[in-house]
């Protein structure tokens, strides 16, 4: 279970994050929506336990974060930050395996043969044929796919995810949250995901957090969550919300005003 109490975040006087509160309790994935600029990538660091909070504070079964010792927490959660991968001189291979490092003594020993482990998140993420070239090699696309590859090896019970479809084009931004959501059935993880696409995040999230402005806006399931009501006042745009053909998860259509003027324009010719 992780818990967030009144979290906020004052960094040079400035406010980025205020009185957020929520609980994950059960495995799921959890998404966190919110246009540029709202505060989530700055609620995910305080999650990770990378930024401390200002207030509030974290619990994770029960115990404040910054109280986990570093690799306790590594065999606990595990993060996957905005960009992925930077390029580096390591094969893929060698870059996937270091996500075992919560588990390895001081001569990088660990008790549990890895190889199997490592090898199926290769095979998982496409990686296989890949695995002796070097990161710096990778486009960011396969650098994203490594990145996830080195956080499944990481075997935690908690996920976070950063924007984890950037640089990917649609059909890899598919497989990589299938992949996420298939991992995610099979291990009962719990998995919170800072999320641009408000389709994808409807698609593939349980539930949804809305930040505005450094707080929460609303809370709850995507069809409670994305309305043209959300669209219009948290993102400025105006669009149609219409059901998705499998499963009915609702799924926006933009307005853009640029559009219906053109169509008036070729109708009158």
């Known amino acids: 279970m992780i818990e967030a109490i009144k979290l906020g975040r004052t ?4 406010s980025l994050l205020s009185e957020i509160s929520f ?9 966190i929506i919110g246009p540029n600029g709202a505060g989530k990538t700055s609620l ?29 927490l590594a065999r606990k959660m595990a993060v996957l930050q905005q960009g992925g991968l ?12 270091l996500g075992r490092y919560p588990y390895q003594g001081w ?32 486009s960011g696309g396969e650098r994203q796919r490594a990145a996830l590859a080195q956080v499944m090896v990481q075997k935690p019970q908690i996920l976070l995810l950063d924007e984890p479809t950037t640089y990917l084009d649609i059909g890899y ?37 809305v930040i505005k402005d450094g707080s929460l806006y609303g809370a709850g399931t995507p069809k409670q969550i994305v309305t043209r ?21 609702p799924q926006i259509m933009l307005r853009p005003k640029l559009i219906a003027s053109r169509n008036r324009i070729l109708i009158n010719v």
């Open 173 to 209: 931004q598919l497989q990589l949250l299938d992949t996420v959501a298939q991992w995610q059935q099979e291990q009962s993880l719990t998995v919170i995901a800072v999320l641009h696409d408000l389709n994808l995040a409807a698609l593939y999230c349980d539930h949804l957090l």
């Open 107 to 138: 001569f990088g020993d660990e008790q549990e043969d890895a190889k199997p482990i490592i090898e199926d998140a290769l095979t998982r993420m496409g990686l296989s044929h890949l695995r002796n070239r070097s990161v710096d090699q990778l």
């Open 11 to 14: 960094v040079d006087g400035i």
């Open 229 to 249: 009501e959300l669209v219009r006042d948290v993102y400025g745009a105006e669009a149609d919300i219409i059901p998705h053909p499998d499963g009915g998860a």
């Open 44 to 72: 995910l660091r305080l999650l990770s336990g990378v930024d401390r909070p200002t207030s509030g504070e974290i619990l994770l079964d029960g115990k404040p974060i910054a109280d986990y010792p570093r690799k306790a």
């Open 23 to 31: 609980s994950y309790a059960a495995p799921g994935i959890y998404g």
């Open 86 to 97: 930077p390029p580096v001189g390591y094969s893929v291979e060698e870059t996937v395996a």
